[in-house]
């Protein structure tokens, strides 16, 4: 009688977890709860622009807008190198992942905008 009730409680779990993971894919919610997923989350919702010597830098080693959105998706914040507490506009280093390990981004996000300040490879 138990196996039966843990059985049914189980098949039950399983069809409302798809349910449910089909559910908040069509409305493609966020889970950003991490440190480092809130703020590539603050930064990405932000209007984004780039300084001078990014986009030099961008095209002296031939990285586009697409692979600056991946760092700013899957990277890494840096809280040692960042500068959180600066006014107006909080600094943050993001490492990028994967094949991207090897740029950074200096960015500087505002009220209403992100600017790519620096970017650097290793």
């Not at 399983?14 to 889970?31: D, L, M, P």
């Not at 986009?55 to 031939?62: G, P, T």
């Not at 506009?89 to 990028?96: D, L, N, P």
């Amino acid at each position: 009688m138990l196996i039966k009730r843990i059985g049914y409680y189980l098949v039950g779990l399983s069809i409302g977890c798809v349910g449910v993971y089909f559910f908040w894919q069509k409305k493609k919610a966020t889970f950003d709860y991490g440190m480092d997923a809130r703020t590539l989350k603050s930064i990405r919702i932000k209007d984004r622009m780039y300084s001078k010597d990014a986009e030099s830098a961008m095209y002296k080693f031939n990285i586009d807008t697409l692979n600056i959105s991946t760092i700013l998706y899957t990277g890494d914040v840096d809280f040692g190198k960042s500068n959180q507490r600066k006014e107006p506009c909080a600094e943050y280093y993001i490492t990028g992942t994967k094949e991207l390990e090897n740029v950074s981004l200096l960015v500087k996000r505002c009220d209403s905008t992100s600017t790519i300040e620096q970017v650097f490879i290793e």
